[in-house]
C-alpha cells in the first residue's frame, strides 16, 4: 500500500526486453534504499513493482505484459522521468490517500495552462472510470494522490501547486501525454456493497436495483 505522496522523481536507466516482458531499471535519485530490500514494492509513476535487483544506485524490476499493457510503462524509454514511493510502514504519516499501485485505467492530458502560481490539468478518462471520479474526490495521477477539482462528463480538472509541480514528474506533461489513473478504493468498494446479493451474478449497479433495494425514492 502508499499513500500518493511522491518521495522523490527517478529515471529510467535502462529497459530490456525479456520473453514478451520487460525488465526495467530505475536509478531512484535522491530516493534512500538503505531500508529497501529484494522483494519490496516500489510505486513507478503509479504502478506497484517488485524491487528485484539492487545495483547500489536505484532498481530493477520485472514488468509484466499485461501491466505493460494496462499502463503507461510501455510508452515511456530510457532517460524519462518517474515519480517514486516506497510501501507504507507501521510508522508512515498517512498524508494522502489510500492508494494501492493497481492502475485502474491510463488517462489523457487534455489541457495545460497557468493559474496564478499553480498549473491547471485537464485530464480525460475512459468512460467507465468517469462514474468513480467526483468533485473534491481523490484520485492518483503516476501514483501523486490529488484532489479532484471539477469534473465534466469523462474529463476532470487538477489544481497543481508549484510544490507539487516541482517535486513530481508533471512538469514533464504536454496536452497528450498518456497517465496512470488509480480511482479512490473506496467509491470501488462503495459500488460492490450497493450491488448486493447482485454482486454474485455479475449484473452490476442498475437504477432499477438501487430502487428496489430503498436507495431511490420517486
Known sequence: MFTGIIQAVGEIAAM????????????????????????????????C???TE????GYWADVSMESLKLTTLGDRAPGD???????????????????????????TIKEVGREGRSWRYVVTVPPELAKYIAHKGSI???GTSLTVNAVSGADFD????????????FSDYQVGRRVNLEVDVIARY????LQGDQAATGAGLTLEHLRESGYIDE
Not at 20 to 29: A, E, H, P, V
Open 54 to 57: 539492487l545495483p547500489g544506485d
Open 140 to 142: 492518483t495521477v503516476d
Open 81 to 107: 522521468r518517474v515519480n517514486l514511493e516506497k510501501s507504507l510502514t507501521p510508522s508512515s504519516s498517512m498524508g494522502g490517500h489510500i492508494v494501492s499501485g493497481h492502475v485502474d485505467g491510463v488517462g
Open 16 to 47: 530490456e526486453p525479456s520473453g514478451g516482458d520487460l525488465r526495467l531499471r530505475i536509478k531512484t535519485g535522491s530516493l534512500p534504499l538503505s531500508d529497501v530490500q529484494l522483494g519490496d514494492s516500489i510505486a513507478t509513476s503509479g504502478v
Open 158 to 169: 487538477l489544481n497543481i501547486i508549484p510544490q507539487t509541480y516541482e517535486e513530481t514528474t
Open 190 to 193: 462503495l459500488e460492490r456493497l
Open 49 to 51: 513493482l517488485t524491487v
